[in-house]
């Protein structure tokens, strides 16, 4: 900005609308923070009062079991990508490469999020000729559980989430494509950042967080993030790329954690 | 099943959950209880229903109708304005929201399930006895527990 002749007063507004954002964003996100936190408990907190007051018949007791631990995965997903963020800002996250079977992780990330679907249909479709990768099994099923999340929130109950791996020699391309409220062209560039959220959709919730943490996350495993949208109420599509490294990982699993360090440290 | 009181609260609350567990903490505590998604919902049911609800309990960040975008409706329709309301919400800065909401309480969560009922009793209570006998003074505290409890 310091190297244009005039626009020196442009360069301030510029910085300090960018400033105000940043402001706006952090004040944005405590307050959702706040929001996020407390909603899982306050399903756990009642369902475990209900629990407490009644002699419950075993339909409705299993209920409340399982409904406590559904919010206690979605409280814990919601801590790891927070503590996530911060590392991967201080350039502190590592990767712990193994052999995965793709399949059989994207299928497990979408059983696990079935019980909280709502009556939302999610479909699994694999490609046979996709078999092990060398990645981060946890990372990557963090990728899928927040993919899976994110669509489920913009879909509304009744609708449909269709997940597509296929592959090559090369690479595995994962797609998560969902039949819900769509992303607005303007918008779309955005959805990756940081504490990002789309103003005119707050009510929905969430902390911006998600979707940067699989950006990252993608990225340390050197491959990438997209999204795509046919514009509001036309679904979304986000789709992953991820290289097949020929490489066999070692059993203790540390070979590429120097490499993830100083990819993260970019 | 027992016979229940006639009037039922409207509970307003987007997350399953959350919904079902204030549904199931008021149900168990012998209080009829119509629980929908949003605020509008909410109205559409309060405007086709005789009577109104006892109390709403209402969450704040919603999807669809939203709780501001509710309040201020319930406020526009003369039969649903008086319905006192509760406002349940995870927002910290709850307090100088619900003043600005001119509601009658709020529960921040997690809520406390004996504060709900609490809260419940009093204002139930006191609108069945508006609705019998208009009374001006407000004194429904002491008569919250035989109001819990199921008749028959």
């Known amino acids: 900005m310091a190297t244009h002749d005039h626009p020196?007063?442009?360069?301030?507004?510029?910085?300090?609308?960018?400033?105000?954002?940043?402001s706006r964003a952090k004040d944005d996100f405590f307050l959702t923070l706040s929001h996020e936190l407390r909603g899982p408990l306050n399903a756990i907190t009642g369902w475990v009062h209900v629990l407490r007051t009644r002699v419950l018949v075993d339909p409705l007791a299993t209920r409340a079991v399982e409904t406590i631990e559904r919010n206690v995965q979605a409280q814990a997903r919601l801590i790891t990508d927070m503590l996530d963020i911060s590392q991967v800002i201080t350039g502190k996250l590592r990767l712990v490469h193994r052999s995965v079977d793709l399949a059989a992780l994207v299928t497990e990330s979408a059983r696990s999020l079935g019980p909280s679907?709502?009556?939302r249909e999610i479909r699994v479709?694999?490609?046979?000729?996709?078999?092990?990768?060398?990645?981060?099994?946890?990372r990557l099923r963090q990728v899928m559980d927040n993919?899976?999340?994110?669509?489920?929130?913009?879909?509304?109950e009744g609708g449909r989430i269709t997940v597509r791996v296929v592959g090559n020699a090369t690479n595995v391309v994962i797609a998560v494509q969902d039949s819900g409220t769509g992303i607005r062209p303007d918008v779309l560039p955005h959805v990756f950042e940081r504490f990002?959220?789309?103003?005119?959709?707050?009510?929905?919730g969430g902390l911006g967080i998600g979707l940067a943490v699989v950006r990252h996350l993608v990225e340390l495993h050197g491959g990438s993030v997209?999204?795509?949208?046919?514009?509001?109420?036309?679904?979304?599509?986000?789709?992953?790329?991820?290289?097949?490294r020929e490489q066999v990982p070692s059993p203790d699993g540390d070979s590429f954690a120097a490499a993830?360090?100083?990819?993260?440290?970019? | 099943m027992t016979e229940?009181?006639?009037?039922?609260?409207?509970?307003?609350?987007?997350?399953?959950d959350e919904r079902d567990a204030a549904q199931l903490i008021l149900e168990i505590a012998g209080y009829q209880v119509t629980a929908v998604a949003n605020g509008e919902q909410a109205l559409s049911y309060m405007r086709a229903a005789d009577p109104p609800p006892c109390m709403i309990l209402l969450d704040l960040m919603m999807h669809g109708t939203n709780g501001w975008e509710f309040r201020t409706e319930q406020l526009r329709d003369a039969r649903l304005a008086p319905i006192p309301v509760v406002v349940c919400s995870g927002d910290g800065r709850l307090t100088e929201k619900a003043l600005a909401l001119g509601i009658v309480g709020q529960l921040m969560k997690p809520i406390d399930p004996t504060a709900l009922l609490r809260l419940v009793g009093e204002h139930c209570h006191l609108h069945r006895r508006l609705d019998a006998t208009m009374p001006t003074t407000i004194d429904g505290h002491e008569g919250a527990e035989s109001f819990t409890h199921r008749i028959g």
């Open chain 1, 226 to 244: 997209s999204a795509a949208s046919e514009g509001e109420n036309h679904g979304a599509t986000f789709t992953v790329t991820l290289p097949v």
């Open chain 1, 117 to 119: 679907s709502d009556g």
């Open chain 1, 8 to 22: 020196r007063c442009i360069a301030c507004d510029e910085l300090r609308e960018e400033s105000e954002a940043a």
């Open chain 1, 125 to 138: 479709e694999t490609e046979s000729t996709v078999g092990t990768i060398s990645a981060d099994p946890d």
């Open chain 1, 260 to 266: 993830a360090e100083s990819e993260s440290a970019r």
């Open chain 1, 147 to 156: 993919l899976l999340h994110n669509a489920m929130k913009f879909t509304p």
């Open chain 2, 4 to 16: 229940l009181v006639r009037h039922y609260i409207m509970v307003i609350e987007d997350a399953r």
């Open chain 1, 196 to 204: 990002w959220q789309d103003e005119s959709r707050t009510q929905v």
